[in-house]
């Protein structure tokens, strides 16, 4: 039974008018990643970090899911094998669009986490510096976002799929961050067909079998059409 393996990244939320990360004008050149997306920035400058979350969870909340993620909830409810949803994004599109079990390996905008006694529940709009955690009470929450120098959520599950997949997609990803640019690899260590959907060539376009330029809302219903006509 064929097994279809899907990492997304912030090009499939872009059409949706969530910020990408890396394209111009992009959130790395609003802001430095050491400032909003390590542990030691928010050490540094808690109330920083929580503005910079608080402003992209607003904006999640306003965003509709594209037509890219409405064929992706598509194929994982109609293809007749397994599809596994993984997204760096920490958005809920995908869940939006109609996809279910979705593995955010970077965490989500919607969930908060106690650094003091691990325990998770939904985040509220605006987090506060000292956000008071519901389970021990200590002003330790923080966004559920895994930030550079921390360890991506679901890897042993993600690396599982990626084991016996027979399709591995890329889209909307620029192959600049690890492990989910190393992806590919381990799927075509595993026999399986790759394609990268994707605006332009990524840094590992190299490793993929297929290439389908173009906008995501334009490249993946087709894709996903072909997939549920057989072809
Ligand atoms: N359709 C398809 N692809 C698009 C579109 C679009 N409309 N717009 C942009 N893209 C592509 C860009 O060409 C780029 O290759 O999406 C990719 C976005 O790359 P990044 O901004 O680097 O985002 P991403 O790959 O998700 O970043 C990975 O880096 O900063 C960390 O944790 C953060 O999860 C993020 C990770």
């Known amino acids: 039974m064929e097994k279809i393996v899907i990492l997304t990244g912030a090009g499939i939320s872009a059409e949706s008018g969530l910020g990408t990360f890396r394209d111009a004008g992009g959130l ?44 992706l909830g598509r194929l994982q409810r109609d293809y007749p094998g397994e599809v596994v949803l993984v997204t760096q994004n920490v958005d809920a599109l995908h869940e939006a669009g109609g996809a279910r079990d979705v593995l955010h390996m970077h965490g989500e905008l919607a969930s908060a986490l106690c650094a003091a006694c691990g325990h998770r529940w939904p985040a509220p709009m605006e987090m506060q510096v000292k956000e008071p955690c519901p389970a021990c009470d200590r002003p330790a929450g923080r966004p559920d976002i895994v930030w550079f120098g921390e360890v991506p959520y679901h890897m042993d599950e993600i690396m599982a799929h990626l084991k016996d997949c027979t399709l591995f997609a890329a889209i909307g990803t620029s192959g600049e961050v690890y492990p989910a640019a190393g992806f590919v690899q381990i799927a075509d260590i595993a026999g399986a067909h790759s394609v990268e959907l994707n605006l332009e060539a990524s840094s590992v376009h190299s490793n993929f079998a297929e290439a389908r330029l173009g906008r995501a809302t334009e490249v993946v219903p087709l894709w996903v059409a072909e997939l549920l006509s057989g072809h």
């Open 28 to 71: 790395w050149e609003q802001h430095r990643i050491e400032d909003v997306a390590t542990p030691e920035g928010f050490a540094r400058d808690p109330a920083l970090v929580q503005r910079f979350y608080n402003a992209r969870r607003a904006a999640a909340a306003e965003a509709r899911p594209n037509a890219a993620h409405e064929a």
